[in-house]
């Protein structure tokens, strides 16, 4: 099978509105910024979108958020973008906040084919409202679903054209487990090279997982909040 598409246009041609999306990252760190642009432009609407965040005003899923193609957000960090808490406030937009532990257990529970499980994260708050609640060891705990979606969109450090994928520190948080969490795997790379030039060592997500990869360009990588002094107060 050819993975290679040539640009992001070309590899989110299949998602149409109505989609549940997946889109890596960690914070603003690694997001899929290519294919987010992309969906953009193509003007789809009604996403479902999981995300360990929402972006911000101006970058990251801010920019869908700001066309209001997102019908609804799955996340756990949404702190920095005024936009989501405008359209939260004023009812325009649905909101799953999951505490982000579960959130990327539920991902990894995908990823690996179990269809839920336990934990004691929110057990006493709104997250357990109409959920089942066991006891182990006289303790409670939460049932969790696994979290699938139609699509996932990561963005790797480098890839190979089998589909092979290499991400880079923080990137890996949520990115490795959904690109293996989604019914189809869109990768966008840095670095595009030919099968045998990644140490197989060194492959964090194998190819078998991911469906269509291209090399992306004019990464901004944005840093979310930048503290240059402590101020006293």
Same mark, same amino acid.
């Given at each position: 099978?050819?993975?290679?598409?040539?640009?992001?246009?070309?590899?989110?041609?299949?998602?149409?509105?109505?989609?549940?999306?997946?889109?890596?990252?960690?914070?603003?760190?690694?997001?899929?910024?290519?294919?987010?642009?992309?969906?953009?432009? !193509?003007?789809?609407?009604?996403?479902?979108? @999981? *995300?360990?965040?929402? +972006?911000?005003?101006?970058?990251?899923?801010?920019? &869908? %958020? !700001?066309?209001k193609?997102?019908?609804?957000? @799955? *996340?756990?960090?949404? +702190?920095?973008?005024?936009?989501?808490?405008?359209? &939260? %406030?004023?009812?325009?937009l649905e909101v799953d906040l999951i505490p982000q532990g579960t959130l990327a257990t539920r991902i990894q529970m995908a990823a690996m084919g179990i269809p839920a499980f336990y934990t004691p994260a929110g057990f006493g708050t709104e997250v357990a409202f109409g959920k089942e609640v066991r006891y182990f060891n006289n303790k409670p705990y939460l049932m969790e679903l696994a979290l699938h979606a139609d699509f996932a969109i990561v963005k790797a450090w480098k890839g190979d054209t089998m589909g092979n994928l290499v991400f880079r520190k923080t990137t890996r948080n949520f990115s490795t487990s959904m690109a293996k969490a989604g019914n189809i795997t869109i990768?966008?790379?840095?670095?595009?090279?030919?099968?045998?030039?990644?140490?197989?060592?060194?492959?964090?997500?194998?190819?078998?997982?991911?469906?269509?990869?291209?090399?992306?360009?004019?990464?901004?990588?944005?840093?979310?909040?930048?503290t240059v002094k402590i101020v006293n107060k």
């Amino acid at each position: 099978m050819n993975k290679v598409v040539s640009n992001a246009h070309e590899a989110i041609q299949p998602i149409e509105s109505g989609s549940t999306i997946m889109l890596g990252g960690f914070g603003l760190n690694g997001i899929p910024e290519n294919c987010i642009a992309a969906l953009v432009q !193509k003007g789809i609407n009604q996403l479902t979108c @999981i *995300s360990n965040n929402a +972006g911000v005003d101006d970058f990251g899923l801010g920019l &869908l %958020l !700001k066309k209001k193609q997102i019908k609804k957000m @799955i *996340s756990s960090y949404v +702190g920095e973008n005024a936009e989501f808490e405008r359209q &939260l %406030l004023h009812g325009e937009l649905e909101v799953d906040l999951i505490p982000q532990g579960t959130l990327a257990t539920r991902i990894q529970m995908a990823a690996m084919g179990i269809p839920a499980f336990y934990t004691p994260a929110g057990f006493g708050t709104e997250v357990a409202f109409g959920k089942e609640v066991r006891y182990f060891n006289n303790k409670p705990y939460l049932m969790e679903l696994a979290l699938h979606a139609d699509f996932a969109i990561v963005k790797a450090w480098k890839g190979d054209t089998m589909g092979n994928l290499v991400f880079r520190k923080t990137t890996r948080n949520f990115s490795t487990s959904m690109a293996k969490a989604g019914n189809i795997t869109i990768a966008e790379v840095e670095h595009l090279v030919q099968p045998g030039e990644i140490d197989p060592d060194d492959v964090h997500v194998a190819g078998i997982y991911v469906h269509k990869i291209f090399q992306g360009a004019n990464y901004e990588k944005r840093i979310e909040k930048r503290t240059v002094k402590i101020v006293n107060k």
